[in-house]
């Protein structure tokens, strides 16, 4: 039901990064990240599973990698 979002929105080896879209009456959040530091890739649905994969991507893949810890 839900529409398909651009590919040029997704995270990619060429341009990692994090996406998180919040969900709606009528589907779920969703978000996907791809690490510019080792290549590690997830995907995660509903509110739960999208905050761990947040919370993975800050500790322990982009902004660990680029040394952007806080």
Not at 8 to 36: A, M
């Given at each position: 039901?839900?529409?398909?979002?651009?590919?040029y929105?997704?995270?990619?080896?060429?341009?990692?990064?994090?996406?998180?879209?919040?969900?709606?009456?009528?589907?779920?959040s969703?978000?996907?990240?791809?690490?510019?530091?080792?290549?590690?890739?997830?995907?995660?649905n509903?509110?739960?599973?999208?905050?761990?994969?947040?919370?993975?991507?800050?500790?322990?893949?982009?902004?660990?990698?680029?040394?952007?810890?806080?």
């Amino acid at each position: 039901m839900g529409r398909k979002l651009p590919s040029y929105l997704n995270p990619t080896l060429e341009s990692p990064g994090l996406r998180v879209r919040g969900g709606t009456q009528h589907t779920r959040s969703q978000g996907d990240y791809v690490c510019g530091g080792c290549g590690a890739e997830d995907h995660a649905n509903g509110d739960k599973d999208v905050k761990a994969l947040v919370e993975d991507y800050t500790d322990n893949h982009g902004p660990a990698h680029r040394g952007g810890r806080r």
